[in-house]
């Protein structure tokens, strides 16, 4: 055996020794099939060719081990998680509170905000609270929740619609698809 090196692995890896099947089918460093042999076997194989020994599929009958350079392999796939998390969008929950007692212009600037946050591909949670004795006029609440649904009606559709959490009426847009 010309390398003896241990690499840090953790317990979950099937690599060099932490393999403990008997018989494994062996894949060389080229693709090419080595056939079925034993673990011992197999590593001796592999430390030739000064390489890991790296269980691939060890549910099947018997386990398939490849002869690679295992340090690189996990360099690569961590390179290609790397990638495609950057290509990834994560959608946004962008809250808004709103009142029953709300003015026109303060109506209108939330709706820009709203319509800013579903242009953006963000959902929006709006939020109606409900102080001291406005928990009797519900009904007003719903229909401002109503009117403001209709403004981003051509953006947005209704994600989760208005129910009462306590004194919280809570609704949440999603952006169209285009």
């Known amino acids: 055996m010309s390398r003896i090196t241990k690499r840090n692995n953790s317990s979950d890896e099937l690599v060099n020794e932490n393999i403990r099947f008997k018989d494994v089918l062996v894949i060389g460093p080229n693709g ?3 056939g079925t042999m034993m673990r011992r076997e197999a590593l001796e194989k592999a430390y030739e060719y000064e390489l890991d ?19 690189k392999f996990k360099f690569e796939n961590q390179k290609k998680a790397k990638e495609a998390k950057k290509h990834q969008h994560i959608t946004e929950i962008k809250p808004l509170r709103l009142s029953p007692v709300i003015d026109k212009h303060d109506f209108e600037t939330k709706l820009k905000h709203a319509k ?3 242009a953006e591909g963000n959902k929006v ?11 009797t006029r ?3 609440g719903q229909k401002i929740l109503d009117e403001f649904v209709t403004a981003v009606s051509d953006i947005a559709t209704v994600d989760k619609s208005a129910s009462m959490e306590g004194r919280t009426m809570s609704l949440v847009l999603t952006p169209k698809k285009k």
């Open 32 to 34: 090419e099939q080595l």
């Open 53 to 71: 020994l790296f269980c691939v599929a060890p549910q099947a009958t018997p386990p398939v081990c490849k002869i690679l350079d295992y340090g």
């Open 116 to 118: 800013e946050f579903l």
């Open 125 to 135: 949670k709006l939020d109606m609270r409900f102080k001291g004795r406005m928990m």
């Open 138 to 140: 519900i009904e007003v």
